[in-house]
């Protein structure tokens, strides 16, 4: 791990090791906050009367998509 932040560092994008670990934890936080988000508008879109075969086979055909 230490090896990870130090590489980063060196690359130059960040000034030392606290400013990496800061986008790290900045970043978790978004998307914490955006799964969060997710649950809230899946919570509040109701049943599906969709069977979870139907819904798995849409969701790869998305991901294959594009």
Not at 14 to 28: F, G, H, K, T
């Amino acid at each position: 791990m230490g090896e990870r932040v130090k590489a980063q560092v060196d690359s130059g994008k960040y000034a030392n090791a606290s400013d990496y670990v800061r986008y790290l934890m900045r970043r978790d936080q978004e998307k914490l906050g955006l799964l969060r988000q997710a649950l809230v508008e899946g919570e509040k879109s109701g049943t599906s009367s969709r069977q979870v075969k139907e819904i798995m086979e849409e969701a790869k055909s998305r991901l294959r998509d594009g």
